[in-house]
Each structure stands twice: as C-alpha cells, then as structure tokens.
C-alpha cells in the first residue's frame, strides 16, 4: 500500500465530506482506495507526506473530440456553420489513422496536465484513440461518430462500421489489459447527421447489450429549427417518440429545451453532458443547467473539442459553468460552487456509468486523483469555504501531479511518466503543415 498524507482531502461523496489531516492508501496491485483515516496505518509500503495540499478527486471530461487538437486555432471566430462546413470537415476529411493517433496522444497529454483522468470521446478513426488512451494509461469511454447522412452511407452500412469499432475496442482491451481503462458506447453523432433508421438501430442495440449511447443533441437554435420543419418535433421530443430516451443516454449540450424537454430528459434519466466555453465561443447559447438541476436531471461538465474550446482545462469550465448560470439566471445563488465540482467530478462518473468506480475518493474506487498545491496557491489564503476557493480562486496552475489507479502520471516538475511530450509536439506540428496542405488550406 502507498499512503498519502495532504492536508485536506475533498471527497465529493455523498455527504461531501472534506477531511483534514488524513492518510489516502492505495492498493499498488489493484489501484484501489483501500484507506482513509486519521489514524497512520500499521503497514505500509510508502509514505509520501503532502503538507498545505489538497487531494481532489479526479476531473472527469464527459464529452470531447480530442483527436480535434490537430485543429485547434484553425478557424475561430466563426458561426457553427461556416466552422464546420468550410474548415474543419474539409480538413478532417485528410486525417490518417496515424494523425488521429498522435493528435489524440497530445490532447490525453493536455488533460492529464489540467487534472483530467477519464473522458468520454467521440472522433473518426477512433481505435487509434483507444491506443492513445492505452499508451498513456488514462481512462475513457470512446464513441464511433456514426452519421449516416453525413457520409452517404446506408444505415445497415454505418451502423456495421460501428459495430465494426466495438469489436476492436473488444479486443484491445483484452490485448492490453485494460478493462478498467478503456469502455465503449454507441456514438450516433446526432437526430440531423443520423436517419431513422440509424437511429432505431442503435436503440435496439443498446437495449440488446445494455450499452450507453453518446449523442450531441439540441445543440444550435437552427438545429430545433431543421427539426420542427423535417419531422415537426424537436430532436428531445423526436427521440423520446423513437423510444430512445433513457438512463443510457449520454446527451452533449442540449442547449435549446423548454421545462417540458427538461421534464422528459428527467423522468426518462438522461445524462447531459454541459459545454459551456465551446457554446459561448460559437455563440450556440447557454444550456439551461440551474433548471436542470431543480428537475434533477444529471448535468455533468465538458470541454468539447480543442478546435471550438479551444482548451482541455475541465478546471477552468468550473470556473465558467458557474458564472455563466448566475448571469444567465440573473442569480448569484445558481450553480454554486459545490455544484460545480459535483459537475467536474461525480456527475461525469454517473453520466458515463461509472460512479461505482470513479468520481470521488471513497474506499473501493479506483485510486484517481489529483494533488494541488496551496502553498504555491496565493489565492488559497485566506480558506473561508474550500469549495469557493477551488472553483472560483485556483485554477489548474497549481496542480502538483496527477495520479491515476494509484499511479502518478503526470508531475509539474518532472513532466509526464508515460508521454515523450517533445517528439509528440514536433510530429503534431508536422501533421498539422500537412493537412492544410493536402486540404488546400496552407498558409
């Protein structure tokens, strides 16, 4: 067993207990909490002592593209459109396996530096994401972006693409040993990239394996629009017509929903996956997260892409998430700090099934965490409420190292354990002259 002794440890349990001055010990073998006292054990194997530090949970990055750093800085201030149809398909109609590979590489690296140790991705080429993931030894639920209508494919087609991927992820799992590390969902990429009848096929495939669904959803006011005219619902009120609402649903922004949409995503347990820079950025809206909250609707936080974020700082989307509320609201009370940090934690581990596993730092979970720093931290003094001072005065500067199943993965000082960070930066350079290049793009 490893022991850790910080100065505070925030739990994020059920009680959101915050203990002081107390031991962390971790399974070496199985990378489980086994420990947590006042009280120094009898037997351990190390003791590393962490005085003015707080042990946080692992942040949790519930939806993302992070292959997408190979885009980021391509095209900003743009609408959705213009965004997506003149500069990032075109581009992403270039990628290689091997590019997606390295770009996703860089970005885990990204995350695993803002206290990132577990994501739920959507992206092409997506077993190489896998093997990103394995290599670097973080935690993710990856999704196929499937979107029939999109390519111009058959729904049969598409959706054997899909099924395609689940048995790669099948395997490599096996291959690599990571059955607590890597997870697979169903990745619809949405009601207007998706026909029908792709959509009813994975709903019956979810049901049959009893396997999640990631979807973008009610993201863009045009989005509702193009809805009421095509099929005269909103992309909510289509799929809960299709039977596809459900505690497996992991839906990505949901921005434009009334009480009754909120109403259905709550009685029929969907998960909503809040990305609050990204919509700011691309001027999409503001999800309507406080009145969430009060129907009891899960609401965890993400990221997005880097190319529309354009970071991966989940730290930072704390920060923005509860600001953003209070003004949308016109009410200093919404989204509170201990709401956010729920957000970033815990309601990312629900959202993606794992909050038996992940999400908070209780024994028999995994040993994900992350040691901040406050003596380095000015903004840490004075400590009326740890809750404010880490959402609204830190930020992931101050992030000492990042742990992982008991593992440090990542140390300010010394770097990253499982990344070449140098030769990474220098071939995503390399791929990214490439692309502008082979997409008629290059400066």
């Known amino acids: 067993m490893i022991l850790l002794h910080p100065s505070i440890i925030v739990t994020m349990d059920k009680h959101m207990s915050i203990l002081k001055n107390n031991y962390l010990g971790i399974d070496t073998e199985t990378g489980l909490i086994e420990y947590i006292s006042d009280k120094k054990p009898d037997y351990f194997d190390e003791l590393i002592e962490l005085p003015n530090k707080i042990i946080l949970p692992g942040f949790i990055n519930s939806h993302t593209h992070v292959a997408m750093t190979l885009l980021r800085g391509l095209k900003d201030d743009a609408n959705l459109q213009e965004w997506l149809m003149q500069y990032i398909l075109p581009v992403e109609k270039k990628l290689k396996p091997s590019y997606v590979y390295h ?6 690296a990204e995350m695993l530096k803002h206290g990132i140790t577990c994501f739920l991705d959507m992206y092409y080429h997506e077993i190489e994401v896998a093997k990103a993931v394995a290599d670097a030894g973080i935690r993710a639920m990856l999704t196929y972006g499937s979107a029939d209508i999109f390519f111009k494919r058959d729904p049969e087609e598409e959706f ?104 259905l995503l709550s009685k029929n347990g969907v998960h909503v996956l809040h990305n609050p820079s990204s919509n700011m950025k691309l001027a999409s809206g503001v999800c309507p997260v406080d009145k969430m909250f009060k129907a009891r609707v899960n609401v965890s936080l993400a990221t997005d892409g880097p190319a529309s974020n354009n ?25 509170n700090a201990k709401e956010a940090m729920r957000m970033a934690t815990i309601n990312g581990a629900r959202a993606l099934g794992l909050g038996n596993k992940i999400g908070s730092i209780e024994i028999g979970k995994f040993g994900d965490f992350i040691v901040v720093d406050m003596e380095k931290a000015l903004e840490s003094t004075p400590r009326h409420n740890i809750y404010s001072m880490i959402v609204y005065s830190l930020d992931s500067r101050y992030i000492e190292s990042v742990w992982i199943g008991g593992k440090k993965l990542y140390d300010a000082r010394e770097g990253f354990y499982t990344i070449d960070i140098e030769n990474l930066r220098n071939k995503v350079e390399d791929i990214r002259q490439k692309l502008l290049e082979e997409a008629g793009l290059a400066r």
């Open 103 to 108: 770009g996703a590489l860089y970005g885990v």
């Open 160 to 263: 054997k693409i899909a099924e395609k991927f689940r048995k790669e992820i099948e395997d490599l799992i096996i291959e690599r040993k990571a059955h607590d590390k890597i997870f697979f969902a169903y990745g619809p990429h949405s009601t207007y990239g998706c026909s029908k009848e792709l959509l009813e096929l994975f709903r019956d495939a979810s049901n049959e394996r009893n396997m999640r669904i990631h979807i973008h959803l009610s993201e863009t006011k045009d989005e509702v629009k193009m809805s009421k005219e095509k099929t005269g619902k909103t992309p909510v009120e289509y799929l809960a017509d299709l039977g596809m609402l459900s505690p497996k649903v992991m839906a990505a922004h949901v921005v434009w929903v009334n009480d009754k949409e909120i109403s």
């Open 311 to 335: 970071r991966l700082d989940l730290w930072k989307e704390m920060y923005i998430a509860s600001l953003l509320q209070k003004c949308f609201e016109l009410d200093p009370v919404a989204l």
